[in-house]
C-alpha cells in the first residue's frame, strides 16, 4: 500500500557528515521536516525517517544522494538541499549526483563551479553544442555567470581567440553622452555584473591582463555596428532591452569559428512604453531554425537566496491574477 507507514534507518560515517547534511543548528534539517509528513530523528549514528510508506522513500532518496555528495567532497548550501528536495518529492534527485560531479571550471581560488540545476545543465549542454543560444530566464537563475564561466573555459583551451561582452548600456535608449567620463567609466556600471563573473573565475589581476591583451572587450551594443567577429564567444546581457534592430544588428555580426550566447528576462524590459524587445522578437522569428538554441529558466532554477525564488512566484502568480500573462 502507497499509505502504509515505513520506517527507514540510514547510517552516517561520522559526526561531521551528519553536520553537513543536517546544516548549522540542524537548519537544513528542519526546511526539509516542513516540507514533509515523514518524521526525522537523527540517533548516534544514523538519521531515522518513518511515516507514509511514498513519504519515506522520497526522503530516503534526498539523504542518500545528499550523503553521496558529501562524501564525494561536496558540501551542499541551503539551496542545493531545497532543490534535491524538489527533485525527490518525483525521486528524481540521483539526477543531483550528475551535476555535482561535473566540474566545469574553477575559480581563480581553486574552488570548482558545478552547475546546480537540471535546467543549467541543459544550457550548459547546448552552448557547447550550438553557435547561437538564448537563455531566457528570472534573474539568479546562473545565465550569464555560466555564459561567461563557458567563455573563459573556451579561451583557455584556445577553441577562441577572443571574448566580447556587451549589453545595452543605458536601459532607455543607450543615452551614453548624458552620462559623465569617459567611454570605459559610462558603460562600466552598466557591465558590472559581466566584470564580477569574470573576475570571480579568472581574478583582477589576470582579468586586466586580458583585457590589456585584448583577449577580453567588453563594450555596450551601440559600438557593435560594422564589426564581424571571428573566433570570438560573443555574450549579449540584458537582451531583453534591446530593439529588434539592434538584435538583427547583433545577430548577423556572428563570425567563423564563432559562438553568440543571449540572456535576458522577458519580464524585466526596461524600454520605453510602445517600443518591442529585441529578444521576444527574435524568440518569435528564429524558434523555427534548428541550429539555435533556446533555453527557458523557470524559478525553479534561481540559485541565489531561497527567498528569491519565492519573490518570482509571488510576482508571477501577481501578474496572472491581473491579467499581465
Known amino acids: 500500500m502507497q499509505n502504509e507507514t515505513k520506517v527507514v534507518k540510514i547510517p552516517l560515517a561520522n559526526a561531521a557528515e551528519g553536520l553537513a547534511l543536517f546544516g548549522p543548528q540542524d537548519k537544513y534539517l528542519r526546511l526539509v521536516q516542513q516540507q514533509t509528513e515523514a518524521d526525522i530523528?537523527?540517533?548516534?549514528?544514523?538519521?531515522s525517517i518513518s511515516g507514509p510508506s511514498s513519504e519515506v522513500d522520497s526522503i530516503e532518496q534526498l539523504f542518500t544522494v545528499l550523503q553521496q555528495l558529501v562524501r564525494g567532497g561536496y558540501s551542499p548550501s541551503e539551496r542545493d538541499i531545497m532543490?534535491?528536495?524538489e527533485l525527490a518529492k518525483t525521486l528524481q534527485a540521483d539526477q543531483l549526483l550528475?551535476?555535482?560531479?561535473?566540474?566545469?571550471?574553477?575559480?581563480?581560488?581553486?574552488?570548482?563551479?558545478?552547475?546546480?540545476?537540471?535546467g543549467q545543465r541543459h544550457y550548459v549542454k547546448t552552448i557547447r553544442k550550438m553557435d547561437i543560444v538564448f537563455g531566457i530566464g528570472p534573474a539568479g537563475t546562473g545565465k550569464t555567470y555560466l555564459?561567461?564561466?563557458?567563455?573563459?573555459?573556451?579561451?583557455?583551451?584556445?577553441?577562441?581567440?577572443?571574448?566580447?561582452?556587451?549589453?545595452p548600456a543605458v536601459e532607455a535608449g543607450e543615452n551614453l553622452g548624458f552620462l559623465p567620463g569617459d567611454l570605459q567609466e559610462k558603460v562600466d556600471p552598466y557591465l558590472r555584473p559581466l566584470y564580477d563573473a569574470l573576475h570571480d573565475v579568472m581574478g583582477p589581476?589576470?582579468?586586466?591582463?586580458?583585457?590589456?591583451?585584448?583577449?577580453?572587450?567588453?563594450?555596450?551594443?551601440?559600438?557593435?555596428?560594422?564589426?564581424?567577429?571571428?573566433?570570438?564567444?560573443?555574450?549579449?546581457?540584458?537582451?531583453?532591452?534591446?530593439?529588434?534592430?539592434?538584435?538583427?544588428?547583433?545577430?548577423?555580426?556572428?563570425?567563423?569559428?564563432?559562438?553568440?550566447v543571449i540572456t535576458g528576462d522577458v519580464t524585466q524590459i526596461d524600454l520605453p512604453r510602445g517600443k518591442r524587445s529585441g529578444l521576444i522578437e527574435a524568440q518569435r522569428i528564429l524558434r523555427d531554425i534548428p541550429e539555435i538554441g533556446f533555453i527557458t529558466f523557470t524559478e525553479q532554477d534561481v540559485v541565489r537566496h531561497s527567498l528569491v525564488q519565492k519573490i518570482i512566484v509571488a510576482y508571477n502568480i501577481d501578474a496572472e491574477n491581473q491579467g499581465y500573462k
Open 83 to 85: 532543490y534535491a528536495l
Open 147 to 167: 555564459a561567461v564561466v563557458l567563455a573563459v573555459a573556451a579561451l583557455k583551451e584556445g577553441l577562441v581567440k577572443k571574448i566580447m561582452l556587451t549589453r
Open 205 to 260: 589581476d589576470q582579468t586586466l591582463k586580458a583585457f590589456e591583451r585584448g583577449l577580453i572587450e567588453i563594450a555596450p551594443l551601440a559600438y557593435m555596428r560594422g564589426r564581424t567577429l571571428d573566433d570570438s564567444f560573443i555574450i549579449l546581457d540584458e537582451a531583453q532591452n534591446t530593439t529588434p534592430e539592434q538584435m538583427k544588428m547583433f545577430l548577423t555580426r556572428l563570425g567563423f569559428g564563432s559562438k553568440m
Open 98 to 118: 550528475d551535476l555535482f560531479k561535473a566540474v566545469l571550471t574553477t575559480t581563480f581560488r581553486g574552488k570548482p563551479i558545478h552547475v546546480k540545476t537540471i
Open 41 to 47: 530523528m537523527s540517533r548516534e549514528a544514523e538519521i
